[in-house]
């Protein structure tokens, strides 16, 4: 049965770079990734490279940035005033740091330190892997 929209998968995967440095794999986490075709919880690169594979189907694809977290849009890069970071953290800060942040809406995400001025700091609201190119190893290990 080749997987189509609506199925639920069990996938293992291996995710690397451009350079060979994996960043992520089902293995990592200690199970396979389950998600619905077609509900959007996966880059689409990856959700239209399982479409059409069957169970115990292995398979390499490389994900252009587009099609996984983006370009690097420059208009998420943002200075902010050091007196916005918690009094503790204002002197220790440095470039290639990684700070948690709050979003409007509630949630938690991570932004890298770029630079750090006197009395500001640059961060990349980017996702750390926008303008990146994935190469994935898949293998369907389920399909319901």
Do not use: C, W
């Not at 099609?67 to 050091?82: D, S």
């Not at 709050?102 to 938690?108: F, N």
């Not at 001025?117 to 609201?125: S, V, Y």
Request: a negative charge; aromatic letters at 4%; charged letters at 30%.
């Amino acid at each position: 049965m080749a997987i189509e929209k609506g199925n639920k998968v069990k996938i293992e995967y291996e995710g690397s770079l451009d350079n060979g440095k994996v960043f992520d794999s089902s293995e990592k986490h200690g199970q396979p990734l389950e998600f619905f075709i077609g509900e959007g919880k996966v880059i689409p690169g990856f959700e239209n490279a399982v479409i059409g594979m069957e169970k115990g189907q292995e398979k390499t694809v490389k994900i252009e940035s587009k099609n996984a977290y983006g370009e690097k849009r420059p208009e998420l890069m943002k200075k902010i005033p050091k007196t916005q970071l918690p009094k503790e953290a204002q002197d220790k800060v440095q470039p290639g740091m990684v700070l948690g942040m709050q979003t409007p809406q509630g949630q938690q995400a991570s932004v890298m330190v770029v630079d750090v001025g006197e009395d500001d700091i640059t961060l990349d609201l980017n996702h750390p892997l926008a303008g990146q190119n994935l190469t994935f190893k898949i293998k369907v290990v389920g399909v319901e």
